[in-house]
């Protein structure tokens, strides 16, 4: 699935924000719904993820 792909399925609720840096070597983008972060999309740091990049790497933080 592409990151474009994920917008269109989420919708307009879904809120996209860019965390960087984030981890050694990876810059993400968080995801949220209903004000609580879902999940990261993971990408290496100092690199740009557009619409038509596939989603790669995801983390949770389940608890």
């Known amino acids: 699935m592409t990151f474009g792909q994920l917008k269109q399925a989420l919708g307009k609720n879904a809120k996209f924000q860019l ?15 209903s004000g609580k972060i879902q999940y990261y999309i993971l990408y290496p740091a100092k690199t740009t993820f557009s619409n038509s990049d596939s989603i790669k790497l995801l983390l949770t933080e389940n608890s």
Do not use: M
Request: proline share 7%; net charge negative; glycine share 0%.
């Open 19 to 33: 965390v960087s840096p984030f981890i050694v070597d990876f810059d993400a983008i968080s995801i949220s719904q």
